[in-house]
């Protein structure tokens, strides 16, 4: 299992998602997947041409 750090530019990113009152659960829950590693659900995955 890996060690998430938040930065400060997170926390910023976060709170400015608060503030347009987006959820906030998605992010954190992709963070903890990729701390996990376990694989992404399709519809978080990148542009399957993109890597």
Do not use: C, S
């Amino acid at each position: 299992m890996r060690e998430i750090v938040y930065t400060g530019q997170y926390k910023r990113d976060l709170k400015r998602a608060r503030k347009r009152q987006m959820p906030e659960d998605d992010p954190n829950e992709v963070i903890r997947l990729l701390a996990e590693n376990q694989p992404l659900p399709l519809e978080r995955r990148g542009h399957g041409t993109f890597w």
